[in-house]
């Protein structure tokens, strides 16, 4: 009689709820599990419900790469570095309580502050926190190993007829909103980022970078003015904005 580990039907059963629950709010492709783990189980597209007469019409909006877990113990990524440095949608974690038929979303957007500070980085363990926990140093290094934070955003349960369901979906779009701004700076080396759930500044640790970032946005502020006063949009308040476009050409 062939055997069957229970840890793979226990990581089973956690991604069949996570799937139900993913589906209430979002459609949901899947990687072939033939191939090697990438590294995400399922790719999601948020949708928003219209209702048009007798019917609604499901359009889609943010999307978000999730990999499931059946606890939350800290694990490796070593080996899907470069698929998560080069992933263009926001990536989170969802840990499974079959308990409580609920999901446990964590963020991984440190990942992108990280990579900017450690592009060539190999060996990274993913900690999932609670977002008090991550006012300091949300990552580090110890023995080759880089520690990245992941902090909780929300859980969500099975029911979407819930009182709070439809304000924990549109929280996680807004997280999305927000980190997929994050990445396209980074894509922009604009390297000053925000956090999803305070709104709080995320710097990297090159300084240059940060300058660099700060000059280039200055001069797209700088840019953008010049344009609104030569076609006179600003009636109000000339002189002050004058003012401000001369001292950014200053700068």
Known sequence: MKKHLASFRTGWQSENLARYILSNFSFIAQPSTVADDIGSDFFCTIFDKIPNGNQNYLVPKESFAIQIKSDKESFSVEGKTEYLQSLSIPFFVGVINKQKQELDVYSGEY?????????????????????????????????????????????????????????????????????????????????????????????????????????????????????????????????????????????
């Open 111 to 251: 990942l992108i502050p990280f990579f900017v500070d450690n592009p060539t980085a190999a060996k990274i363990e993913i900690s999932l926190c609670e977002t008090a926990d991550c006012n300091d140093f949300p990552y580090s290094e110890e023995s080759d190993v880089f520690a990245v934070k992941f902090p909780r955003l929300l859980t969500i349960g099975s029911n979407p007829d819930s009182p709070d369901f439809k304000g924990k979906v549109n929280d996680i779009s807004k997280a999305c909103r927000i980190i997929s701004s994050n990445i396209t700076r980074r894509s922009n080396k604009e390297y000053i980022f925000y956090e999803s759930f305070s709104g709080n500044f995320i710097l990297v640790s090159n300084k240059q970078f940060i300058e660099e970032s700060l000059h280039n946005r200055l001069i797209k502020i700088r840019r953008e003015l010049s344009y609104i006063l030569k076609h006179q949009y600003i009636e109000s308040d000339l002189a002050k904005y004058l003012e401000i476009r001369d001292l950014l050409l200053k700068l």
